[in-house]
């Protein structure tokens, strides 16, 4: 925020206009952008909550002048499945826009506290969301959504709203086992040290024993509350005969436990209270920044299951009505104002509209949209209202599919984390057995410490940074693959992406837009090709292939008895005479020639040729996939005069026409039979067979479901530069995996030795464990980032 002052509005920071308004702050007249945002600062600064302004780090959000109107959100077919009924009050979670710094959660939680009938508070920056607790009978929930938005803060009811209650329990759970772990290894450690200072044995036996006790009591929640995880992962492990982590955490922490108390009913010489409360500590601490880096690589996920609104404007014939999203239907008519989200998927009606699709797409840049062009929920609407027929609703729509696609890929476990997992089953057996072998050998050696270097074995090597090694990483990974508009939807697609050497690509629909353009229309008499235009133009109106934009004309006939003849054009009849648009030899008799002909099967009447124009950014991406030693290839099954023409304009060397899906297969084979690893980018439709066949493959949103079997990722959006990025990032993240593998097998066998000779004390061996763990974490956490495309 460092600007000049005067420059920009106080509150947004966005540009002034030329006589702007002025508010009051902290006694210094301020210059804002709108009375929207005049009005918020006035509001802040006379409750008292100007600090807000020296707290934050980021501008506000521009406030509407207009104010919204919330008073439908009162209504108990919109509350229904949001709010939470209780006898402390009704509760609902929001999710706001605007909320972008913890000075803002800071100003939510103050402002709407002093709202009549509101009894909790609970504003997450991290998460974008406001948990509300309030009483019906003295606030309608209007009223204090009206707040948020005159503060800018614009808010939207939350989806899935069931699931962020269960994790909420969770975090809420694990926080609870941490505080008591937290003060419970506090004070064990403080009556410890007392006893560690005794080293004259010079104590007497009553106070060593009190202490002792102390100690006991103290430990106990920490073992058994804080522990729980631990003690019933163990049962669970047992129980399928399969000794894990959990096992080797639950037999070191209840050993010393039972151990120390064992010594202290019989006035023993050493007790390990101390050791088995911070193994506690430290592990809970571990698994709690594991939790929160899982929240944050699904934040995307998050971010999916809110997108779709709760509320929605449908047409009727007496005006409109504001319905639940729920409650739409195919064929409904849906009014979508400047500013608000797509509730559903369809088509856009009546007149040019530009929409925000970076939710869905990873796409900054709205994109304009035409009557009949598909809009998707989720989505934007930006500068002008539109409406739209709905198509698609609930789980059908490419939202809902998307979001699926994400839980199923975070939910996988690819062939490397499957590998870690029996690498620590089988580290925890021998260990087990090494531990018994150190304290025979110490038993013979020094009997008193036998017991204290046995722990110090079993704590020192537990493989938890071996078991978060894989899954830390992959959950970043899959974060940000979902953030860039990319989704792995096969378990090892990271891996195999990482391995390609060689990139074959399908021309249309992925290197080029799909959407062809005439470049040239002739007559074979010479004249005037329009009267042929308007007949091919009848041909193609209905008959729904990709080219029959190039044709569009508003004076086209009517044609009857069509029919598509695949591969080669189609047929029919208009204005009563026979007529073949298509492959030249089909159309006209004549050779093919890769252009588009209009006859009668015997004559020709004219000739088009029609481009399909790259998009903006193959080049930039063939060029990076080049940098990063892929070698493309195109495969397609057009004709080689427009397959050339993209080649040559993109730079790709290798390529071929006239490819069956067949023929596509053989030649990906044949590249993996001479030694390549090949990435497939295509359509994910015609070129399904090939897809499924190569190392690694990728489709296009635009031309497969989302869903789509074939394909190991679909690219949401239609950047190419995404499709090196995730090269980059895939390579990136195996280099993360090898390195957090290799830390976690070089700490357990260099740790191990130390302990088995006495250097290690059992609580130094938990402090060294939890340090290995959270140094795996930490190094994962780096694939959050998107960069560029270097390899």
């Given at each position: 925020?460092?600007?000049?002052?005067?420059?920009?509005?106080?509150h947004?920071g966005?540009?002034?206009?030329?006589?702007?308004?002025?508010?009051?702050?902290?006694?210094?007249?301020?210059?804002?952008?709108c009375?929207?945002?005049?009005?918020?600062?006035?509001?802040?600064?006379?409750?008292?909550?100007?600090?807000?302004?020296?707290?934050?780090?980021?501008d506000?959000?521009r406030?509407d002048?207009?104010?919204?109107?919330?008073a439908?959100?009162?209504?108990?077919?919109?509350q229904?499945?949001?709010?939470v009924?209780?006898?402390?009050?009704?509760?609902?979670?929001?999710?706001v826009?605007g909320?972008?710094?913890?000075a803002?959660?800071?100003?939510?939680?103050?402002?709407?506290?002093?709202?009549?009938g509101?009894?909790?508070?609970?504003?997450?920056?991290?998460?974008?969301?406001?948990?509300l607790?309030?009483?019906?009978?003295?606030?309608?929930?209007s009223?204090?959504?009206?707040?948020?938005?005159?503060?800018?803060?614009?808010p939207?009811?939350?989806?899935g709203?069931?699931?962020?209650?269960?994790?909420?329990?969770?975090?809420?759970?694990?926080?609870?086992?941490?505080?008591?772990?937290?003060?419970?290894?506090?004070?064990?450690?403080m009556?410890?040290?007392a006893?560690?200072?005794?080293?004259?044995?010079e104590?007497?036996?009553?106070?060593?024993?009190f202490?002792?006790?102390?100690?006991?009591?103290?430990?106990?929640?920490?073992?058994?509350f804080?522990?729980?995880?631990?003690?019933?992962?163990?049962?669970?492990?047992?129980?399928?005969?399969?000794?894990?982590?959990?096992?080797l955490?639950?037999?070191?922490?209840l050993?010393?436990?039972?151990?120390?108390?064992?010594?202290?009913?019989?006035?023993?010489?050493?007790?390990?209270?101390?050791?088995?409360?911070?193994?506690?500590?430290?592990?809970?601490?571990?698994?709690?920044?594991?939790?929160?880096?899982?929240?944050?690589?699904?934040?995307?996920?998050?971010?999916?299951?809110?997108?779709?609104?709760?509320?929605?404007w449908?047409?009727?014939?007496?005006?409109?009505?504001q319905?639940?999203?729920a409650?739409l239907?195919?064929?409904?008519v849906?009014?979508?104002?400047?500013?608000?989200?797509?509730?559903?998927?369809?088509?856009?009606?009546e007149?040019?509209?530009?929409?925000?699709?970076?939710?869905l797409?990873?796409?900054?840049?709205?994109?304009?949209?035409?009557?009949?062009?598909?809009?998707?929920?989720?989505?934007?609407?930006?500068?002008?209202?539109?409406?739209?027929?709905?198509?698609?609703?609930?789980?059908?729509?490419?939202l809902?599919?998307?979001?699926?696609a994400?839980?199923?890929?975070?939910?996988?476990?690819?062939?490397?984390?499957?590998?870690a997992?029996?690498?620590?089953?089988?580290?925890?057996?021998?260990?087990?057995?090494?531990?018994?072998?150190?304290?025979?050998a110490?038993?013979?050696?020094?009997?008193?410490?036998?017991?204290?270097?046995?722990?110090?074995?079993?704590?020192?090597?537990?493989?938890?940074?071996?078991?978060?090694?894989?899954?830390?990483?992959?959950?970043?990974?899959?974060?940000?693959?979902?953030?860039?508009?990319?989704?792995?939807?096969?378990?090892?697609?990271?891996?195999?992406?990482?391995?390609a050497?060689?990139v074959?690509?399908?021309?249309?629909?992925?290197?080029?837009?799909?959407?062809?353009?005439?470049?040239?229309?002739?007559?074979?008499?010479?004249?005037?090709p329009?009267?042929?235009?308007?007949?091919?133009?009848?041909?193609?109106?209905?008959?729904?292939?990709?080219?029959?934009?190039?044709?569009?004309?508003?004076?086209?006939?009517?044609?009857?008895?069509?029919?598509?003849?695949?591969?080669?054009?189609?047929?029919?009849?208009?204005?009563?005479?026979?007529?073949?648009?298509?492959r030249?030899?089909?159309a006209?008799?004549?050779?093919?020639?890769?252009?588009?002909?209009?006859?009668?099967?015997?004559?020709?009447?004219?000739?088009?040729?029609?481009?399909?124009?790259?998009?903006?950014?193959?080049?930039?991406?063939?060029?990076?996939?080049?940098?990063?030693?892929l070698?493309?290839?195109?495969?397609?099954?057009?004709?080689?005069?427009a397959?050339?023409?993209?080649?040559?304009s993109?730079?790709?060397?290798?390529?071929?026409?006239?490819?069956?899906?067949?023929?596509?297969?053989?030649?990906?084979?044949?590249?993996?039979?001479?030694?390549?690893?090949?990435?497939?980018?295509?359509?994910?439709i015609?070129?399904?067979?090939?897809?499924?066949?190569?190392?690694?493959?990728?489709a296009?949103?635009?031309?497969a479901?989302?869903?789509?079997?074939?394909?190991?990722?679909?690219?949401?959006?239609s950047?190419?530069?995404?499709?090196?990025?995730?090269?980059?990032?895939?390579?990136?993240s195996?280099?993360?995996i090898?390195?957090?593998?290799?830390?976690?097998?070089?700490?357990?066998?260099?740790a191990?030795?130390?302990?088995?000779?006495?250097?290690?004390?059992?609580?130094?061996a938990?402090?060294?464990?939890?340090?290995?763990?959270?140094?795996?974490?930490?190094?994962?956490?780096?694939?959050?980032?998107?960069?560029?495309?270097?390899?």
């Open positions: 925020m460092n600007r000049p002052p005067g420059s920009a509005c106080f947004c966005e540009p002034l206009p030329s006589d702007p308004p002025r508010v009051t702050v902290a006694g210094e007249a301020r210059a804002v952008c009375h929207g945002c005049g009005a918020a600062a006035q509001w802040i600064a006379d409750a008292g909550l100007d600090d807000y302004y020296r707290l934050r780090r980021e506000g959000a406030v002048e207009a104010a919204p109107d919330f439908s959100w009162d209504r108990a077919d919109v229904a499945g949001h709010v009924r209780t006898a402390e009050g009704d509760q609902v979670t929001v999710v826009e909320m972008r710094c913890a803002c959660a800071w100003l939510i939680d103050r402002a709407l506290v002093r709202e009549d509101v009894l909790e508070v609970g504003a997450n920056a991290i998460t974008g969301r406001v948990r607790r309030w009483d019906p009978a003295r606030a309608p929930l009223r204090l959504l009206s707040r948020l938005a005159a503060l800018g803060y614009r939207h009811l939350a989806q709203e069931a699931a962020e209650r269960e994790r909420r329990r969770e975090r809420n759970r694990l926080i609870a086992r941490l505080g008591v772990a937290v003060l419970g290894t506090t004070q064990a450690m009556f410890a040290e006893l560690y200072l005794d080293t004259a044995n104590m007497a036996p009553a106070t060593r024993d202490f002792r006790w102390i100690t006991f009591l103290v430990s106990t929640p920490v073992v058994f804080s522990g729980w995880p631990f003690l019933a992962g163990m049962a669970v492990e047992l129980r399928h005969r399969r000794p894990g982590m959990d096992t955490v639950a037999t070191s922490v050993l010393a436990y039972f151990a120390s108390l064992f010594e202290t009913l019989r006035g023993g010489r050493h007790v390990w209270y101390d050791a088995a409360v911070m193994f506690v500590l430290f592990l809970l601490a571990a698994r709690f920044l594991e939790l929160m880096a899982r929240r944050q690589a699904s934040a995307r996920l998050d971010t999916l299951a809110r997108a779709q609104p709760a509320l929605a449908r047409r009727t014939p007496a005006g409109r009505e319905v639940p999203v409650a239907q195919a064929g409904d849906v009014l979508v104002g400047v500013g608000e989200a797509v509730p559903a998927d369809g088509a856009l009606l007149a040019a509209a530009s929409f925000d699709e970076s939710l797409t990873g796409e900054s840049v709205p994109v304009a949209r035409q009557p009949g062009d598909a809009l998707y929920a989720g989505s934007v609407c930006r500068e002008q209202a539109a409406a739209m027929a709905v198509q698609r609703t609930g789980t059908d729509t490419r809902s599919q998307l979001t699926r994400v839980e199923q890929a975070q939910a996988q476990r690819p062939r490397v984390a499957r590998l997992d029996a690498v620590a089953t089988r580290f925890v057996s021998a260990l087990f057995v090494v531990a018994a072998l150190v304290f025979v110490w038993w013979h050696f020094e009997p008193a410490r036998a017991f204290e270097v046995a722990l110090a074995v079993l704590v020192v090597s537990c493989p938890c940074a071996l078991s978060l090694a894989v899954p830390a990483a992959l959950a970043t990974a899959h974060g940000t693959l979902a953030r860039m508009g990319v989704l792995a939807l096969g378990a090892d697609a990271l891996e195999s992406l990482a391995r050497d060689t074959v690509m399908d021309k249309t629909g992925t290197l080029t837009t799909g959407r062809p353009v005439m470049a040239s229309a002739d007559a074979m008499d010479g004249g005037d329009a009267p042929w235009l308007r007949i091919a133009a009848a041909l193609e109106r209905d008959a729904g292939h990709p080219i029959a934009a190039a044709f569009l004309r508003a004076d086209a006939p009517a044609a009857s008895a069509l029919r598509a003849h695949p591969g080669q054009g189609i047929a029919g009849f208009v204005e009563g005479r026979p007529y073949r648009l298509g030249a030899d089909f006209a008799a004549r050779p093919d020639d890769g252009a588009l002909w209009l006859g009668d099967g015997a004559r020709a009447f004219a000739r088009f040729t029609l481009e399909d124009p790259p998009r903006a950014d193959a080049a930039a991406a063939i060029a990076a996939l080049r940098a990063q030693g070698a493309p290839r195109i495969l397609s099954g057009d004709g080689h005069e397959v050339g023409r993209v080649a040559a993109l730079g790709v060397e290798a390529h071929a026409a006239r490819q069956s899906p067949e023929q596509k297969l053989a030649a990906v084979r044949a590249l993996q039979a001479a030694g390549h690893r090949v990435l497939m980018l295509g359509d994910g015609n070129d399904a067979p090939v897809l499924a066949g190569a190392d690694v493959s990728m296009m949103a635009d031309g479901p989302l869903a789509h079997r074939a394909a190991d990722l679909v690219l949401t959006g950047s190419l530069v995404r499709v090196p990025q995730a090269v980059a990032l895939a390579r990136r195996q280099r993360v090898r390195q957090n593998l290799g830390w976690a097998l070089a700490y357990n066998l260099v191990l030795p130390f302990a088995a000779l006495g250097w290690v004390t059992p609580g130094l938990a402090l060294g464990m939890a340090a290995s763990s959270l140094v795996v974490t930490a190094n994962a956490l780096r694939l959050g980032r998107i960069e560029d495309t270097a390899p």
